[in-house]
């Protein structure tokens, strides 16, 4: 019998998991800018020297590094809408998990939005989409503001 365990080892799996590509959000540091594979792995990130340095520097100079997380959701989240949806009313949670799938996207908590909802009433009040309000959530609408397409 050989050290190959086959398909059921744990670093089988662990090298599954790894080819898959994105991992959960949930055990994402953005500050750090490190993926981890579960949630010990979280645990031990949270704990090690490195992350807190980053959560000093960090929180030196918090508003900038939320403006600027911010600004990247933004232009992320915007690029998204009007790349694969132009000016066609859509849902913001169908927008945002297209946009999520990108691999270098910014997480929403690490700006200054707490939830999807705030993002896009802040949309609306800055004039870029229209917005709805229903049952099944928020729908967006964008205002194209092109000179060569009105």
């Known amino acids: 019998m050989g050290k190959d365990g086959g398909f059921l080892t744990p670093k089988a799996i662990g090298n599954r998991i790894k080819a898959k590509g994105l991992q959960k959000l949930r055990w994402y540091c953005q500050s750090c800018e490190k993926q981890c594979r579960d949630e010990n792995g979280f645990k031990c990130h949270i704990q090690s020297e490195s992350h807190q340095r980053q959560l000093i520097l960090v929180g030196e100079n918090s508003g900038k ?17 009007r790349r694969s949806f132009g000016t066609k009313r859509v849902l913001a ?58």
């Open 93 to 150: 949670n169908t927008v945002y998990c297209e946009y999520i799938k990108e691999r270098d996207h910014i997480h929403m908590n690490a700006t200054r939005w707490v939830a999807l909802a705030g993002y896009v009433r802040w949309l609306g009040s800055q004039g870029l989409c229209e917005i709805e309000q229903t049952e099944r959530g928020w729908y967006v609408t964008l205002i194209d503001k092109d000179p060569d397409t009105v």
């Open 65 to 81: 590094y939320i403006a600027n997380y911010s600004n990247e959701f933004h232009s992320g989240f915007f690029s998204t809408l």
